[in-house]
């Protein structure tokens, strides 16, 4: 599996502010995921991180409100853009085709 | 959009006591994962289940993969606190491509 590490691990943030979040990997892969975390929910996936292309968006998230950058393919950074309180949640990366390895999570918090 | 829904979303048991969650989607799988998250984690995967009837098992654990490929359970047998966490079924997708829809978990708590 493979070893995945992301940057901030939390951070607490005014609102109307950005954060990018980093994520780095110990190993080449081709695909890599970006998911939020509600407080008590489930996993939601916002993005396909496609490294060389623009990243592919589900229903409901924006590239203007949560930009991805792919630069390789053991990288990725997602931008949480003009945040407001809702936006405080957990954004976890992953990794893997058949199984998801996902990194340790960045856990934010709006005011 | 496609749909993996998972019940109950809460379990209380007694240390000892057996545990089941189960996963239903309305669309056929092509295969489903299951994960587990503890308090303050991240989800750490478990299984992944391909076949048609197919069951697995981890020690205590005891995965099925229903015959339609539309169900699928999670067993725990004699629950330990280690056991403790939130579990949750994701739909892998037909191309394996690392894209999950997830349930909405059960998150279980072991009262010792």
């Known amino acids: 599996s493979a070893v995945i590490s992301q940057k901030p691990s939390r951070d607490i943030c005014q609102r109307g502010t950005s954060l990018t979040i980093q994520c780095q990997v110990d190993s080449q892969v081709t695909m890599m995921f970006w998911y939020r975390q509600q407080p008590g929910q489930s996993l939601t996936l916002i993005a396909t991180?496609?490294?060389?292309?623009?990243?592919?968006?589900e229903s409901g998230f924006v590239i203007d409100k949560f930009p991805i950058s792919r630069p390789n393919l053991t990288f990725s950074t997602l931008t949480v853009s003009n945040m407001s309180p809702e936006d405080s949640s957990i954004y976890l990366c992953?990794?893997?085709?058949?199984?998801?390895?996902f990194g340790p999570g960045t856990r934010l918090l709006v005011l | 959009g496609q749909q993996v829904m998972q019940i109950p979303q809460y379990q209380h048991v007694q240390e000892g006591e057996d545990f089941t969650t189960y996963c239903n989607s309305s669309?056929?799988?092509?295969?489903i994962q299951w994960y587990k998250q503890r308090p303050g984690g991240h989800p750490v995967f478990l299984i992944q289940?391909?076949?048609?009837?197919e069951v697995k098992k981890q020690k205590r654990l005891t995965f099925q993969f229903g015959e339609a490929k539309k169900n699928s359970s999670l067993h725990i047998t004699a629950t330990q606190t280690t056991d403790v966490g939130t579990y949750f079924c994701a739909d892998g997708g037909s191309s394996n491509t690392g894209k999950l829809i997830f349930g909405q978990g059960t998150t279980l708590q072991v009262k010792p």
């Open positions: 669309t056929t799988l092509s295969n």
């Open positions: 992953s990794v893997g085709d058949r199984r998801g390895d």
């Open positions: 991180a496609n490294q060389g292309s623009e990243a592919t968006y």
């Open positions: 289940l391909v076949k048609s009837g």
